[in-house]
């Protein structure tokens, strides 16, 4: 049975640093008693990255929709490899809160549907491959996603110990800001093969864990609780230049098709075009950007893991560390790397280059 004062607790990671002040560790917490709901938008929707590489075991799941947020690729990565990460922020005017102008019935369906609602191509085949209807890359740094899409994902109840673990695998408190968020389930009579994405669900709705944008922290500073005193907020000058990898993006596409989320919602990501090496020169770049940064990324990263808490956080001296050193990362790439070998966070061009 779920704990439901977890699953509304915004200072959950407070309540599980207070479990190791008393000598309780999150693992060995009842796995029946003891579990929380925690919302995946990102590559966590994708069972090889969440089962397999974070050997995460969900007790459940269920597909939701978040009128309140939206999904954006503004938490920085490494320059040439893997340039942003998924995250979330709140849509225009939603930080002060969102209005349910809906009324729910028997069956969770709401009497309106919203004039925005976000529908599906005109093809509904699902056989048909979910591609970019273009190839041209946006300009001046505008994304291809957009906060007039509500963010689309999976609500896992997991374990407390499982909770921890995937802190401690998204940075163990850097970067990401924990809060609790109004999640919607989909009506019963929702098909997601032909039903736009609707902004205004109309099922009741519950609450669950996420992780939001460090560029959200202004909106957030009412509802959130950073997990550590020292997460960065650092972002970059234009937080939706970069565009996400290839294999990221995939990640992401894939869960969403094995979740069977919105037709609609599967397109919008299909339209989401990646960062690409288009010269030698960038791809000359990237092998010396890895070589000077991968094995200290790597080792910090790897350390991270090592010394995570029981709450899945990591030290503060090594949160401290870790924004030193990508700091410095990211001044390297911007005042010689992309000088001299050419950007590495969005694509230039169209030709590919593969070796």
Known sequence: ??????????HLAEKLAALQAHGVSAQSLPTSDDSILYL???????????????????????NVVV??????????????AEPCFAAT???????EGTEDRGYHDEEGVANVRSDTDYAPPKETDPSLPLLATTTTTPTDGEPDYSPRMPLVGVVYEVTLSDYARIIATEGGGRGYIDTVI?????????????????EHPGTVPFQAHTLLSPGAAAAAAATATPLT???????????????????????IRAGAAEHNLPRAYRAYLAGIRPYRITTRRQRVGQVAFLAAWGPVVMGLIGLGRALAGPDGRHPGWLVRAQDAVFGAMWRSYDSFFVRVFGDGERTVGSAVVTS
């Open 89 to 95: 922020r709140y849509r225009p005017g939603a930080a």
């Open 40 to 62: 995946a938008y990102g590559s966590n929707l994708n069972s090889e990255t969440f089962l397999g590489m974070r050997g995460i075991r969900p007790l459940s799941s269920t």
């Open 182 to 198: 109004d999640c919607y389930a989909f009506p019963k009579t929702y098909n997601p093969q032909t039903d736009p994405v609707p």
């Open 229 to 251: 005193p020292t997460t960065s907020k650092s972002t970059r000058p234009n937080p939706f230049y970069a565009q996400p990898s290839a294999r990221y993006l995939g990640l």
């Open 1 to 10: 049975m779920t704990n439901l004062s977890l699953n509304r607790d915004a």
């Open 67 to 80: 009128p309140s947020l939206w999904l954006t690729f503004d938490l920085p990565g490494i320059p040439y």
